[in-house]
């Protein structure tokens, strides 16, 4: 009697099992070419793909998770600002995919400089520099360091008088920072040419005597003891 009960029992749980709904199967998550997060300069060109056959992927770009409704991916997405990107997967019959999320910065344009890296000069020169992304700070160094943040800010012609290596970088909300721009110039140092003296110093003077020095190096500072 106890077997026969128990057989009834296991053919009523397998007949309450079978009249639940099957579980659906979850549509895999999208992901993304170039792999985010990921900076670009100019432009740059996503795609989105999901591994599950037959799956829709729909994208937003205002920050809002994607929805049924939201905008199809059809092809390769050209961006040319600072863009994120959230895309979810669907499939009729398939629970909807999780959100998968990129993130893409514009880089501000790198800093030019007025006068060509690496050149010298004699007499001190002014240099300019300038960015191209419109509304970006320029911040720089001039100890080594690359700029951060908290560098000094370019707010006009810096006047060069002696050897020095500037980093420039450009900043502005919502960018990525700019590479960093590097330009050494060097002060040219001619080899000063020997003092001379006059009256002769070789020769002997009675008496007091005025005696001159002179150095044929323009612009060079005679000191003496």
């Avoid at 499939?91 to 880089?107: I, M």
């Avoid at 344009?109 to 890296?117: D, L």
């Avoid at 000094?152 to 920072?177: C, H, N, Q």
């Amino acid at each position: 009697m106890r077997r026969v009960q128990s057989h009834a029992s296991a053919f009523a749980l397998i007949a309450v099992l079978g009249a639940l709904p099957a579980v659906a199967d979850t549509v895999a998550t999208p992901t993304f070419t170039p792999s985010p997060p990921k900076n670009f300069e100019r432009e740059l060109r996503v795609t989105i793909a999901c591994s599950t056959k037959d799956a829709v992927i729909r994208y937003t770009t205002n920050g809002y998770d994607p929805t049924s409704s939201a905008t199809q991916y059809k092809g390769q997405i050209t961006l040319t600002q600072s863009t994120t990107i959230k895309a979810r997967a669907f499939k009729k019959g398939s629970s909807d995919s999780s959100v998968a999320t990129a993130v893409y910065k514009l880089l501000v344009a790198t800093p030019k400089f007025s006068i060509s890296p690496g050149s010298s000069f004699d007499d001190p020169v002014t240099l300019k520099i300038e960015c191209a992304t419109s509304g970006a700070k320029i911040r720089y160094t001039t100890n080594g360091y690359d700029p951060n943040n908290s560098s000094t800010e370019y707010k006009g012609p810096i006047t060069l008088s002696d050897t020095v290596t500037i980093k420039a970088r450009g900043f502005k909300d919502g960018m990525a920072e700019s590479v960093v721009a590097v330009a050494k110039y060097t002060e040219n140092n001619p080899e000063v040419a020997a003092v001379t003296l006059s009256p002769d110093p070789a020769k002997v003077y009675d008496g007091a005597v005025i005696v001159k020095l002179e150095c044929k190096t323009p612009k060079a500072v005679i000191r003496y003891t």
